[in-house]
Structures are given as structure tokens and as C-alpha cells.
């Protein structure tokens, strides 16, 4: 049997399709033969442009979902296209937030299982095989489905390339929401978005990242200088975002961001396996740590053994001195 | 209330983890602790039913029969517990975990349902909302508020941008981060009297759950092969004798960054 349809779950943000949902795209493309999409939103049927040019050929448009949490329309309207007759061989979920709800909900309506914290897609035996990083990356695992599809997969961001495929607009067809009055009440009553100036922490070319080695809050302030200084994003470790120093959106890991910037700096920070699954792809890492033991300086590519509140001002001294 | 509280129990993170080498999954032999991730739910579980009639019961599957990590919950305040070992569930993928737990769960009637985001050692992230589907309970995932109003709960959600206020009816499902409370140690009371705590032993067939839909048996998914990730080139270790700095500029230099 050969890889033939696979469907992509697409994420929004200001109206257009997010960078992992166009990498998905582009791997669907290469693993299979005929790529669609599911979407959802007020005027999901307006991706067809975008999402056609990265090769999808149809659009499930689920609608909007309201002011709920769309995990449980999404899964129930995708559950139904599926046992409608319609289903494809694999289907590829952002692992975001909404992403996993979905991809949960669905497994459970479908009675398959899901593979997370996919990074790597292969064909195996006509069918698909994933692979997953273990023990922070050191080890990669490969896995596949036992029974008959669809495979749903669960894929971090940046595990992918995307690139447009240049293909026309694609079809649009409804994939109404089924009956699911009873698990359809999480509503979100409000949303509070965190101002953030300066590049995106996942597409800036430099990320100077701070962990519990700052000492306080206080301290984070060297970072968002030093990223200013850079042109790049501040990024942190959970650490310092558990203890409610910076916003969640400031996180680099297993949980929060993955991030490939050309510099990855990261002051104070320990190097847990869960913060280097999501800055080890880094093309160049610098790391600043007093402790020559930790973890992080085996990834690094200039280590500084030394204290963050002296190297941290000096280079923002020498930085700003060169302007 | 009544409060459900899922806890993973798992090889200590500090030792290295290994794979088995024949089957490919965790090697979970040896002595298991409660997951620091639940630290937090359990922690909260006992903030929102701390009032009269209350109650917070621990919910767990682990080989073995093992109850140390229920105990460190039982330690920090929760009532009693449920643990589900059986031979049967060795090999047991996250939809078949999440079967095994629905049913448990089921069993004390919650009003909420509280487990961690994501466990240490399986990082699924989706197993608590399979919990939910299967419960046909609704679900917030990554909440790093929750309060009680009533009848409903108010949580907190984290998102891309910043974070949502959510609002779902009891009884509902709720995963939480490691921002959301700041967990207490067991005092020494609380151990002496988590030792006499009830622990309820379940196997899968007094769930009334059929064998061939857990374990290895009933797992839709299997690993093929494992292999070392290519490894970064060393790169330059030096202590900072007052030129820590210096070196980062000329490193940046040379990639053109400055
Ligand atoms: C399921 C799960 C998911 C997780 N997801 C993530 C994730 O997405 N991202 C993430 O980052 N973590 C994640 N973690 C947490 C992770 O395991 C670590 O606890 C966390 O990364 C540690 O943050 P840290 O390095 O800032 O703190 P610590 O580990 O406390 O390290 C602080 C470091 O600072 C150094 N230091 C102290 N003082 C100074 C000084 N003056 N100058 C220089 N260095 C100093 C110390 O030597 C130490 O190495 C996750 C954990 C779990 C269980
Ligand atoms: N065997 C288990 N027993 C009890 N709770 C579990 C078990 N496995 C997972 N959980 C709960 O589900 C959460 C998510 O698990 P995971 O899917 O492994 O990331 C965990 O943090 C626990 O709260």
C-alpha cells in the first residue's frame, strides 16, 4: 500500500497559515501523493490561496467554532469527514496547543493511537514510520503504526523546510461540526496577548536566552538588552517562566518553542534535556554558565565558564562600544 | 468536591534513563517516585478541596503493584488512592493508558479531574485529553491559574501569545503547568499518616476493561529501531578570567552576527 492522501490540521495566526503548518505541508508532500487540509476559523475558506501553493488540493473548512476551545469541534468534525468514507492514510498535527487537544480527541473517536513528538517522517514498507528524539536528542527513536490507518502524527515545529510548491488555490469543502453539545463548553471568555517587540523568538537569527543562573527577575532585563543589542528574541528556560519571571511565550524546550537561530545564547541555563530538544539545532551555541559541568556547554559551540553578572554587563559594554 | 488526581509514577529523572534493548520501551524495573509533574496538580487538587466533605483522591498505573510515588501524594494530604497493576498492561501505549485510567477514574465520581501538561519520562501531552474523550468529560489543557466558582471552574490557559481566561462546567478535565501552584513537602505527620492511608488495588479485569485493548496486546504502535542522534562537534570550553566577554564578540564577529 502506498502513502496516498494525507491530511494537515492548519493553524492561523493574523489570518495566515503558521510556519509549522506550512512545513507540514511540504513534508506531506514529499511522504505522499495527494495533501489536504483542515481548517477552521471564521474565513478558513480563505486559505485556499496559501495553502494551495503549498500543495494542498482541498481545504476542509470546519467554520467557526466560536468562542470555544476548538479541540473538541475540530476532533468531532474531522471524525465524522473520516468515517465518512473519506479518510485519509495519515494525518499530520502541529503539536501546539489546539493540535494535541485535536489530535487527542480524535485518537479516542477513532480508537487509534497518536505518535508524538514526531521530528522526522519516513516511508517504511509502504507505510509511515516517525521518528522521535529521546534522552534530550541523544538517541533517535523510530516508530510506526501496527494497524490500519489513519496514522495520526503529532509534529514539532521546525522538524521541516517549508517550501511553496506554487500550486493553484485549493478546493474548498465544509466539514460541519457533529452534535458534540455535551464535551463543547470550555469557552474562553477572554485573551490576553503579551506585547513583545523586536523578531519572533522562533524565526529571529539570534536568540539570547536567560535561565535560573540570573538569580532574579531583575536580571532578565541583561537578556532583553543584550537581545536588543543583537537584533534578535529573548528566550528563557521553564525555569524562570514557572517562576513567573517572563511569560510563557519567552520559552525554549520540550514545552515551549523550538528554535534554530544562525546564534543561540543561553546564560545561567543548566542544559536540561528538555531545553536542548528545543535549541539544539542551533547552527552556533554559546553558552555562559559558572558551573563547568552543566550540561549545556556539551552543546556548545563557545563555552564560557564564568558568572552572569559579570560577563553578561561586559558584553553588553563591549557591544554597545563597537555600536 | 470531589478530586481526581492522576499521578504518574516513574524511574527517578536523576538516574539515566534507559530503553530496553529487546522491546524498546522504558525500562521501568527499579523503584518508582511520584512524576515532579503531578507534584503540582496534587498540590492544587488539595488548595481547591481543602473545605468540609471535600475530597482529593490519587489515581495511578504502574507495574508491580508500587505505591511510593501514591505515598508521597498521600503524604502531602490527599485521602486515599487508586492503583491500577496488572502483567496485563505492560507495553500499554497512551490510548490504552488512557483507557485503563478513564475506567479508575470513573470509579470516584469526580467533579474535576486534575494531570500534569505532560509526564517527565512520555511527554505525550495528549494522553489527558484521550482521559477526557473517553470520560466524555470537556477538558482545559496547560492551565497556569484555576479557581473554583460554583459550579464551574476558571482557569487560566496559556497560549501562543500570552493567555486566555477559560470557563468550563463541572465536572470537567484540567491539566496543568508548573507555574500553576507552588507545591508543599510532606510534613513528617503526613507521611506517618499517608502509611495508613486506603490504597484501592485494581486490575484490569475489575475494571471490566477487555485485556486485548491495553498493554502490548492492544498498543497500535511499535518502535523499529533506535539510533544515536548525530552528535554536535566539541566546541571551545574556556574560563573567564575577564575576557569572557571579549570572546563572545570575537565569535560573533567572525560569524558576521556583529
Ligand atoms: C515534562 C517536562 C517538560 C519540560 N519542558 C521544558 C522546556 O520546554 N524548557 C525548559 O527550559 N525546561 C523544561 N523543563 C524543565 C527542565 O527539566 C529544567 O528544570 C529547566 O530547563 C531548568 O532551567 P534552568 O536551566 O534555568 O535552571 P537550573 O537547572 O536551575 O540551572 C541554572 C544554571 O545556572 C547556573 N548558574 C547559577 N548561577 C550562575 C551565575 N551567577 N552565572 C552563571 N551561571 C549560573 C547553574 O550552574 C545552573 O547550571 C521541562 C521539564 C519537564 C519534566
Ligand atoms: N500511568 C499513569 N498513571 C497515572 N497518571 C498518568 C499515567 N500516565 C500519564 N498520566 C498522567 O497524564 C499526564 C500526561 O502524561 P504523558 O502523556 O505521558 O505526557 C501525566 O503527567 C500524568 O498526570
Known sequence: ?323 | MNVVVCVKQIPDPAAPGALKPDTHTLDRSGKLIMDDSDNYGVEMALQLAGGEGDEVTLVSMAPGGETSGLRTGLAMGAAKAILISDDALAGSDALGTAKVLAAAIARANPDLVVMATESTDGYTGTLPVQVAELMGLPSVTFAKAIAVDGSSVKVERQTEAGYDEVVVPLPALVTVTAGVVEPRYPSFKGIMAAKSKPVDNLTVADLGIDASQVGAAGAGQEITDVSPAEERAGGEIVVDEGDGAQRVVAFLEQLKVV
Not at chain 1, 513534508?27 to 480563505?46: L, P, Q
Not at chain 1, 500550486?167 to 503579551?194: F, L, M
Not at chain 1, 542551533?282 to 552543566?294: G, L, R, T, V
Open chain 1, 1 to 323: 500500500m502506498a502513502i496516498d492522501k494525507i491530511w494537515v490540521l492548519a493553524e492561523t495566526t493574523d489570518g495566515a497559515p503558521t510556519p509549522v503548518t506550512l512545513e507540514l505541508l511540504t513534508e506531506a508532500r514529499e511522504v505522499g501523493s495527494t495533501v489536504e487540509a483542515v481548517a477552521w476559523g471564521a474565513d478558513a475558506a480563505a486559505l485556499a490561496g496559501p495553502l494551495g501553493e503549498y500543495g494542498a488540493t482541498t481545504v476542509y473548512d470546519v467554520g467557526d467554532v466560536g468562542d470555544v476551545l476548538p479541540g473538541v469541534p475540530v476532533a468531532a468534525a474531522v471524525a465524522a469527514l473520516v468515517q465518512g468514507g473519506n479518510a485519509p492514510d495519515a494525518i499530520l498535527f502541529p503539536a501546539t496547543y489546539e493540535g494535541r487537544d485535536i489530535a487527542g480527541r480524535l485518537s479516542v473517536k477513532l480508537d487509534k493511537p497518536v505518535l508524538t513528538n514526531v521530528t522526522g517522517l519516513t516511508e517504511s514498507d509502504g507505510g509511515l514510520a516517525s521518528q522521535h528524539p529521546a534522552f534530550g536528542g541523544n538517541l533517535i527513536v523510530t516508530a510506526k503504526f501496527t494497524g490500519e490507518g489513519p496514522g495520526l502524527f503529532v509534529i514539532r515545529a521546525k522538524s521541516f523546510a517549508a517550501e511553496p510548491s506554487g500550486g493553484a488555490a485549493a478546493a474548498v469543502a465544509a466539514a460541519p461540526v457533529p452534535d458534540v453539545a455535551s464535551t463543547n463548553t470550555a469557552k474562553v471568555t477572554e485573551r490576553h496577548v503579551e506585547e513583545r517587540s523586536g523578531p519572533k523568538l522562533d524565526e529571529a537569527a539570534v536568540v539570547v536566552s536567560g535561565g535560573r543562573g540570573l538569580g532574579d527577575a531583575a536580571n532578565y532585563a541583561l537578556i532583553e538588552e543584550l537581545a536588543k543589542l543583537l537584533h534578535g528574541a529573548a528566550g528563557a528556560s521553564r525555569a524562570i517562566v514557572d517562576a513567573g519571571w517572563v511569560p510563557y511565550s519567552h520559552q525554549v524546550g520540550q514545552t515551549g518553542k523550538t528554535v534554530k537561530p544562525t546564534v543561540y545564547m543561553a546564560c545561567g541555563i543548566s542544559g536540561a534535556t528538555q531545553h536542548l530538544v528545543g535549541m539544539k539545532g542551533s547552527k552556533n551555541i554559546i553558552a555562559i554558565n559558572k558551573d563547568k559541568e552543566a550540561p549545556i556547554f556539551s552543546v556548545a559551540d563557545l563555552g564560557i565558564v564564568g558568572d552572569v553578572h559579570k560577563v553578561l554587563p561586559a558584553l553588553i559594554e563591549a557591544l554597545k562600544a563597537k555600536g
